[in-house]
Antibody, heavy 118, light 107 residues
Framework: EVQLVESGGGLVQPGGSLRLSCAAS????????MHWVRQATGKGLEWVST???????YYPESVKGRFTISRENAKNSLYLHMDSLRAGDTAVYYC????????????WGKGTTVTVSS | DIQMTQSPSTLSASVGDRVTITCRAS??????LAWYQQKPGKAPNLLIY???SLQSGVPSRFSGSESGTEFTLTISSLQPDDFATYYC?????????FGQGTKLEIK
């Protein structure tokens, strides 16, 4: 079964750091682009980062310079290291797989919750 | 950044109705447009990719189309399981952007 399981969320103070992990199973992880998408409570979806199967990272301006996406293919794992966290980063963070056909997101994890508050 | 504008924001409909949700891009995105369904407390689920291609396992009552920068998601005959929030997303260029969502409610 194709599966993504996020972990690492929690409560962190403003200015703090956190590392999210996403464990992949049921597919050849190294072949796929991987994404992070977040959703604040009651709000819409926001793209956070993408890493290509070759390792190239992409970010929106809102997190560029603060967030770092990485992958460890030998461990079938995706990571998101988040620094200088702000209240506006509070959200459920989902990892998602790039589809077989294009750059849409065809498999999603259940998400992990990040709360930035003092 | 490419802005994706969905309409309506909320849609009330009945089981068996045919419904259409529209997503307009602020600039051309080709056919690099996906539609997702999300239920409360759950992760999104891919319905349509490349504007009109049905994701495997998704019922055929869902369909997508495009005309320039306007994209539509159509549900031909609403089922009880379809009441959810729907999002469009462009992946033609970074930053990827989503529409604000359309909440489909039971009338």
């Amino acid at each position: 079964e194709v599966q993504l399981v996020e972990s690492g969320g929690g409560l962190v103070q403003p200015g703090g750091s956190l590392r999210l992990s996403c464990a992949a199973s049921g597919f050849i992880f190294s072949n796929y682009d991987m994404h992070w998408v977040r959703q604040a409570t009651g709000k819409g979806l926001e793209w956070v980062s993408t890493i290509g199967n070759g390792g190239d990272p992409y970010y929106p301006e809102s997190v560029k310079g603060r967030f770092t996406i990485s992958r460890e293919n030998a461990k079938n794992s995706l990571y998101l290291h988040m620094d200088s966290l702000r209240a506006g980063d509070t959200a459920v963070y989902y990892c998602a797989r790039g589809s077989d056909f294009d750059w849409s997101m065809d498999v999603w994890g259940k998400g992990t919750t990040v709360t930035v508050s003092s | 950044d490419i802005q994706m504008t969905q309409s309506p924001s909320t849609l009330s409909a009945s089981v068996g109705d045919r419904v259409t949700i529209t997503c307009r891009a602020s600039q051309r995105v080709g056919n690099w447009l996906a539609w997702y369904q999300q239920k409360p407390g759950k992760a999104p689920n891919l319905l349509i990719y490349k504007a009109s291609s049905l994701q495997s396992g998704v019922p055929s009552r869902f369909s997508g189309s495009e005309s320039g920068t306007e994209f539509t998601l159509t549900i031909s005959s609403l089922q009880p399981d379809d009441f959810a929030t729907y999002y469009c997303q462009q992946y033609n260029s970074y930053p990827y952007t989503f529409g604000q969502g359309t909440k489909l409610e039971i009338k």
